[in-house]
């Protein structure tokens, strides 16, 4: 079945950082990718999305570009703050017709002043 | 303002007790879903329905069930709760065809604690 799998957390970072959060993914056709943001007792918000190979999703700062060939989705920011300290999920949505997204185990990013 | 509501913030419950998590969604979407969340575990899919009285199971079904009786609510229950179901509950929608390139809507949660 499909799976997403994302780097371990905590990723605690100086302000001003450049940040990766690794995603890679496992799926049948062509999928859908997206990342989400979960802020401290909030439910989780869409941050970027792509839909084809080779698209690059970009909101707020944060970039990932779409890559078939090694089936990932990293999502990057040139330099970070305090605000973005979250937690990130990395999640796709296959076309086999299963309407349910499959989510990654998440990433806590921790930025320090 | 588009919204995803989920009824309570924080529910503590007792062992046993029957238990109903309440969402509604004002966007006129068909797509609704209900996931965990779970520490090192991220989202696990309860529950989906894309249509009203229609439902499917996720990937974790078992001791909990779903209701669709009108378009905008979906609702959880747990038959007999148990101190394993003690996690945030996550409910989302999407407009039916457009979940897979939009991704969904989500309420803010629901922290459960059974005791």
């Known amino acids: 079945g499909d799976s997403v799998t994302q780097m371990e957390g905590p990723v605690t970072l100086s302000e001003e950082a450049f940040l990766t959060i690794n995603c890679t993914y496992t799926a049948t056709g062509y999928p859908s990718l997206f990342w989400y943001v979960q802020y401290p007792g909030e439910g989780l918000q869409l941050l970027l999305k792509a839909t084809k190979a080779d698209d690059k999703g970009s909101n707020k700062g944060f970039e990932a570009t779409y890559r078939k060939e090694t089936t990932s989705f990293h999502l990057e920011k040139g330099s970070v703050q305090v605000s973005d300290s979250a937690v990130y999920f990395c999640a796709l949505s296959d076309h086999t017709g299963r309407r349910a997204l499959t989510f990654g185990s998440g990433t806590r990013l921790q930025v320090q002043p | 303002d588009v919204k995803v509501t989920q009824s309570s913030r924080y529910l503590v419950k007792r062992t046993g007790e029957k238990v109903f998590l309440e969402c509604v969604q004002d966007?006129?979407?068909?797509?609704m879903f209900w996931y965990r969340q779970d520490p090192g575990l991220g989202l696990r899919l309860i529950y989906f329905s894309y249509d009203v009285k229609m439902k499917e199971k996720g990937d974790i079904p078992e001791g909990y069930s779903v209701s669709r009786e009108k378009k905008e609510r979906f609702s959880l229950i747990l038959e007999s709760a148990s101190t394993n179901q003690t996690s945030m509950y996550l409910c989302a929608s999407s407009k039916s065809g457009t979940g897979k390139n939009y991704g969904y809507t989500f309420g803010s949660g629901t922290r459960l604690t059974v005791v």
């Open positions: 966007m006129d979407h068909e797509n």
